[in-house]
């Protein structure tokens, strides 16, 4: 569960001590939370993490896009990932963060996208040969968006793709 | 010498583009016969500066090829033969062809252009035929002809010898020329950088030791080049040096060359040049037509350069001067703000600090007004390619057209000025292929021979209106109904009035192959144009009179930076109207709204009657007006009617700066864009015309007022 909760500043350290790591063999997750389940993402793909500070509602949209905040002067989506893989709604609390990340639309354009999660966990170092191929028979979570399993010490670790997860 | 020039190089593109853009107007001029004294020298003047700077910056193709078109404008200037109209062509032919090396250039790529060999030619043998003719006259002018023909004979040599397998340079330089701050090695450098080469260093002046002076250059060189490079290049290396060295260029027998094929060895006979580059000429004629044709196919990859260079402005000194003044004025505020602070506060300063904070927001919105108008340029930037524009097309058309440009001083944001200029283009094109007749239809039909075209540009309110009038045969209703039909854009019985129909044109699904002719066929890719002025926030109309003509109207908004906004609200949310688009705004009066089929709601304003879009049901919101009196409603001009858009209340007014939503988002269908409001937060614009069509409100503007709620809640809330 929340047992082992990294504050966002400490996360952010991390983040920005790897611009000098290069290790070619080990790819590394950034993991969170959400409904107990551990998710992970390639860290290169997260720009940045936030707190919830509210986002403004986009008419009309997806129920899972929760709108679009201000980063620094650039407009930027906001989706609750509870919503997208269609787990249960949860109320936002004081660990709820939005982990920004780098996605590319199948028009091959670079583009931000916020992902709203329960809460960051943890930064994992898996060696690609370590990713299994996820069963297909993921009951909740859309196939698609499954890149694969790696395994925490806490058990298993389910990779999202950025890029098929956050294009609307 | 080791001054690296390539930082000037936007510099000479941006001039020499504006160089040919000064010539092709004279030219055309020309071919209008409207040309002046002046005329001929505006054109060799941009030509030699051309030459000038491309020798300067080491870009020879250019100069080799304007050299020629040089020569030959010399010769029109100096009145040794007149200008025709086949020169007219060539030139504007070169034009073209300038432009797309230097774009080429400017995005790093030296290729030259099929066409510039083929031009090149056909000027030489203009330039030869001269030589050929006045060799015929009588033995009278034989003295005067032999200088002239003397020194076009140069000419075209230095030319010719881009065929020869090379040269021999023999460089050497005086003892002293280190002290006159020339380095021989740079000059060797320079020289090696034409092509392959083989230099020799000659050792043999050096003395020996007791009399070398360590000042003095005992050095000489012998340069082997193995390239096409003309003689002038070569001189063009000693320029500086020439005086006080010894150069000696001597052409490299094709036997002696290793590395070239053998190349027939240069007759310098008048005859033989001028037949050989009469040979080239025939060969070169389709060869031309052919690139005429291909130009659609490499017209692409020149407008992607255009994008990549279009990075600098030309501002008027009194824009920049009146900036310099707002600054001025925002730096003396600032300082009287800051005394403020420098005594005890009192009643009286708190009055003054008042005082200072209304200038601040005088000052600024002055400033940022006057910076807005830097990027703002008059229309004429686009209008100026029209007159080459229609004359080409007008001559494959077979048509007479008069081109009239009006407003020409009408200023425009620059981006939006670089995104319309592709639509214009095409409306253009399409109003000349498809609108104007031919001269026998048009005699026929009882209008004069020369068909009219007219582009029209003026301000109204806070937009540019473009019109692009003709006067040619109009749209034909009956023929693009039936088009229509079988399209299956409308259904047979659908009633549509005249106007619906010739908007039908701008329609996604209305083109079809069948109606792709040479140039355009009207309303091929008009639903292009229709969504390229969309996305500028613009929008396209036409109106049209079978056989009297029609008349396209653009409007564009000023600029797409920044707007004046109204901020309202819907319960918790906030949003921005434009205020361009708001006439105004009042509070409804329950006795004069009238619900029409229990659907909808209209207002009755002065006479008309003003359907009403409740925001909060279009945009799914809740909103905190329980009745219609509850709020307020914003009454707001679309599509030359009026709308009514109700809302909880009306926040404060200002001007927003407009971000993009789909940089990372997608578009959202009545959301222009979003800002950022001065707490941080992110409000949306509202995009009115796509928000009334999603409401279902439609024929705004007709008596019959037919308006239909798509949400099942209906008009009122």
Known sequence: MTEEITDVEKINQKLGLLDGVENANVEQFLSFFLDDEEYAVDILRVQEIRCWEGATVIPNSPISVKGVMNLRGTIVPVMDLRLRLGLAEQAYNSLTVVIVLKFITQDGIEKISGVVVDAVADVHSISPEDIQQAPELSSNVNANFVKGLGSSKSGALILLDPDTLLAI | ?717
């Open chain 2, 1 to 717: 010498m080791t001054v690296d020039l390539s930082q000037f190089y936007q510099v000479f593109f941006d001039e020499s583009l504006e160089g040919l853009d000064a010539m092709e107007a004279e030219l055309l001029r020309y071919s209008e016969g409207t040309q002046d004294d002046e005329s001929i020298n505006t054109i060799f003047r941009a030509a030699h500066s051309i030459k000038g700077g491309s020798g300067t910056f080491g870009f020879d193709s250019i100069a080799g090829f304007t050299h020629v078109l040089e020569t030959l404008l010399d010769q029109i200037r100096d009145g040794q033969r007149d200008i025709t109209s086949q020169h007219i062509d060539l030139f504007l032919q070169s034009i073209d062809c300038l432009r797309e090396m230097i774009n080429a250039l400017s995005s790093g790529d030296d290729s030259v252009p099929e066409s510039t060999a083929q031009l090149k030619a056909a000027f030489e043998a203009i330039l030869n035929d001269e030589v050929a003719d006045e060799g015929e006259q009588s033995a009278l002018e034989a003295e005067q002809i032999t200088t002239d023909s003397a020194t076009q004979a140069a000419a075209i040599a230095s030319e010719a010898h881009e065929n020869t397998s090379g040269w021999k340079v023999t460089f050497i330089p005086s003892e002293d020329i280190l002290m006159t701050g020339n380095e021989p090695l740079y000059l060797i450098q320079e020289l090696t950088e034409l092509g392959d080469h083989e230099v020799e260093l000659v050792t043999e002046k050096i003395p020996s030791w007791s009399e070398l002076k360590p000042e003095f250059c005992y050095l000489r060189w012998i340069v082997k080049l193995y390239c096409d490079c003309t003689e002038q290049q070569i001189n063009e290396v000693f320029e500086w040096v020439a005086d006080e060295s010894e150069i000696k260029i001597e052409e490299l027998a094709a036997t002696e060359s290793t590395k070239v094929a053998a190349v027939p060895a240069l007759n310098q006979q008048d005859t033989a040049s001028s037949e050989a580059a009469a040979n080239e000429v025939k060969s070169s004629a389709p060869a031309v037509t052919k690139n005429a044709d291909t130009k659609a196919a490499t017209a692409k990859p020149a407008t992607k350069a255009k994008q990549a260079d279009a990075n600098s402005i030309r501002v008027g000194i009194d824009k920049v001067d009146s900036l310099i003044n707002m600054v001025g004025e925002l730096v003396i505020t600032q300082a009287m703000l800051s005394q403020l602070f420098e005594g005890e506060m009192t009643a009286q300063s708190l009055t003054r600090m008042k005082e200072g904070l209304a200038q601040l927001e005088h000052n600024t919105r002055d400033l940022q007004e006057s910076v807005m108008r830097i990027r703002m340029l008059p229309i004429s930037f686009v209008f100026s390619r029209f007159p080459r524009l229609v004359r080409d097309t007008g001559q494959k058309l077979g048509k007479k057209i008069e081109l009239i440009l009006q407003g020409e001083s009408t200023e425009l944001d620059k981006t939006v000025m670089e995104k319309i200029s592709d639509p214009l283009v095409h409306l253009v094109r399409n109003a000349m292929d498809h609108g104007l007749e031919s001269p026998e239809q048009r005699l026929a039909a009882g209008k004069p021979e020369i068909g009219k075209l007219t582009l029209n540009a003026y301000h109204q309110g806070g937009n540019v209106v473009i019109e692009i009038i003709d006067d040619g045969k109009g749209l034909d209703p009956i023929k693009i109904k039936n088009k229509a039909i079988s399209n299956g854009l409308i259904g047979e019985n659908d009633e549509l009035s005249e106007e619906q129909i010739n908007l039908l044109i701008f329609e996604a699904g209305f083109s079809t192959a069948e109606a792709v002719s040479d140039l355009s066929g009207r309303g091929v890719g008009m639903d292009v144009v229709k969504s390229n002025i969309q996305a500028l926030n613009g929008s396209v109309d036409v109106e049209s009179v079978v056989g009297k003509g029609a008349t396209f109207r653009i409007r564009l908004p000023l600029t797409l930076a920044i707007l004046d906004g109204q901020l309202i609200r819907i319960g918790q949310h906030v949003y921005i109207i434009p205020l361009v688009n708001i006439i105004e705004s009042l509070q409804i009066n329950q006795n004069d709204v009238s619900r029409i089929g229990g659907e909808y709601d209209v207002l009755h304003l002065r006479g008309e009657y003003v359907p009403i879009i409740c925001l909060a049901d279009v945009f799914l919101h809740k909103s905190d007006a329980q009745t219609l009196t509850d709020g307020l409603l914003v009454v707001v001009e679309v599509d030359g009617g009026k709308v009514g858009i109700f809302v909880d209340d009306l926040l404060a007014q200002q001007q927003v700066v407009i971000k993009s939503l789909e940089a990372n988002y997608n578009k959202v269908e009545g959301i222009s864009g979003a800002t950022i409001l001065g707490d941080g937060t992110v409000s949306l614009i509202i995009d009115i015309v796509s928000l009334v069509r999603m409401a279902g409100v439609k024929n705004i503007s007709s008596h019959n007022l037919v308006a239909t709620e798509t949400h099942a809640q209906g008009g009122t809330a």
